[in-house]
Structure formats: C-alpha cells, structure tokens
C-alpha cells in the first residue's frame, strides 16, 4: 500500500487517496466507518483531479 | 545477475515528454529477478504513465510488451515491427538492452528507464550485493570464492588494511570487511597460507573499453563448414 502511495504521488495523485483496510464481513460498524473516512478524505482533497480534465 | 533501479518517474517522463505513442518494453531476465523491470515494473510504469498523461492533458498511446532477454538479438526481433509504430520506446532492460534495441531500431529512440548497478546476488528478498568487478583478471580461486576487489571497499588484493574492524569495514559499520570474510572461509577449507601470498599490481589494463571477446574455436568451426 505504501508503495502503491507512492506511485501515485510521483504522478501528481495524492496518496491518500488510496487506503486498504482489513475487516471481517460481518464487521458493519468497521466497514462505515472506513467508508466516512474515505468520504471525509475525498472531501477534503477535492474531486479527483483525472476526473477535473475528463 | 545484473542488478538495475528505475530511474525517478519525473526524468523518465521528462525524457519522452515530446511524444505520443510510446513502447515500455521490460527485460525477463536480471532486472526482472531484481523487480526493477520485468513485466510487473513495465506495468506499472504504464499505468503511472498512463496517468500523467492524463493529469496533464495529454494524448499519449502507451503500448506494453516484456521480452525474455533484450541483451539478444533473436528475442528483441519479434517486437520489432510492434515497436517501429511508436514514436518512440522506453527500456526497462540494462544499458546492455538499451543499446541493442537501439542498434536494431535505429530510427526510433530508446530512453533508459533504469540505472543500470552492479553485477550481484540477492542476498536476502529486497537486497542485492555486488559481488563482481568484472576485472578480467580473477583471484577467486586464491581468496576463498570471495572477491575482493568487489567486496573491499578499497579494492585491495592484498589486505587486510589496518581498518579492519572486528569482522566490519572502517568505512561503514554496515559493510563486512572482506579480507576478514576470506581468511575464515581460507581457515574453513585449511587454506589460510594462500593468505600469504602476495598478490602483484591489478592488470587494470584489461578492461579497455569497449571489451571484445572471440571463440576461436567456434568462428573455426564455422568458416570450416561453410568453406570446406
């Protein structure tokens, strides 16, 4: 993951935009939890910026 | 085996900045056993290619391919054709693959997508040791299997020098110190007086660039089947 943050930050992406979380299928709770963080993050940096030019 | 690292993603896009339908081609052999550019690392480059490309606006076609060897001839020729529609070819092979590629598609350019190294081992996953100076002048059979021209970091034939420290090198606490490797495996095989020996001046002249080197024998065999 962290090199996956990495290539996407040579390119110009932000590398948090891009997260792995581990969870079992049962875990509801863990699982909207990382999803409002991603949401959070994603408001945070703004729209994607590939998407901007698309 | 040859050991390779990408260069920084910036000089290479840099490098191709002026053009539009791009090669990556990867090498299957050393740079791929050292994850610097086989078919993996010739993805990713695409990929973020792809995405620069994209980030600044720009109409590049990147195309992929990963041969077995880009050091001959007789694998590079299948590519040829696919490689002659771009504008130009990025090499994630050693200099040795970049010049060949480039020997055989004189027309194109080929940019280097990595710094070639050393000659290695893999000593553990992740981490390669140069291992070979490729000196043309080998004392290995005297020094235990261990090269010190390679593994000192004073290139000594003759030590240890007086910075040995326990078992390390004054010049870094990190590097083992290659004349105390040599005496143990010499004291290993009961050969410690090769120790004493000492070894005359490198021949540095041997390695006059470029090398050439002839199988008389082979270029004999042939010119005998082909004139009786």
New interface residues.
């Given amino acids: 993951m962290k090199q996956a943050k990495k290539l996407l930050e040579e390119v110009g992406i932000e590398g948090d935009r891009v997260e792995m979380y581990n969870m079992g299928a049962s875990d509801a709770p863990l699982f909207a939890a990382a999803v409002n963080e991603m949401t959070e993050r994603a408001r945070t940096l703004g729209p994607n910026p590939l998407k901007k030019r698309g | 085996m040859i050991v390779g690292e990408r260069k920084?993603?910036?000089e290479i896009k840099e490098m191709v900045q002026d053009h539009k339908k791009i090669m990556i081609l990867g090498c299957g052999t050393c740079v791929a056993v050292c994850m610097a550019g086989g078919e993996k690392e010739v993805e990713?480059l695409a990929?973020?290619m792809r995405?620069?490309a994209?980030?600044d606006?720009k109409n590049v076609e990147v195309m992929e391919d990963t041969v077995t060897r880009q050091c001959d001839r007789e694998y590079i020729e299948p590519i040829l054709e696919k490689a002659r529609e771009c504008d130009a070819v990025i090499s994630m092979a050693c200099g040795v693959g970049v010049q060949l590629l480039s020997d055989l598609i004189e027309e194109i350019p080929v940019y280097p997508a990595l710094n070639t190294r050393f000659i290695g081992t893999n000593e553990v996953e992740g981490v390669w040791l140069e291992r070979c100076m490729m000196c043309g002048d080998c004392v290995l059979g005297k020094t235990g299997g261990i090269c010190p021209i390679a593994m000192c970091a004073k290139g000594l034939v003759n030590g240890p020098c007086g910075g040995t420290n326990k078992g390390k090198c004054e010049v870094s606490n990190e590097k083992d110190c290659a004349w105390t490797l040599i005496y143990r495996r010499l004291e290993k095989q009961g050969k410690l007086d090769n120790i004493r020996e000492i070894f005359p001046p490198k021949k540095y002249g041997l390695h006059v660039n470029p090398i050439r080197q002839v199988n008389e024998a082979y270029l004999h065999a042939e010119m005998e089947e082909h004139h009786g």
């Fill in positions: 920084p993603f910036d990713l990929a973020q995405l620069a994209k980030l606006g």
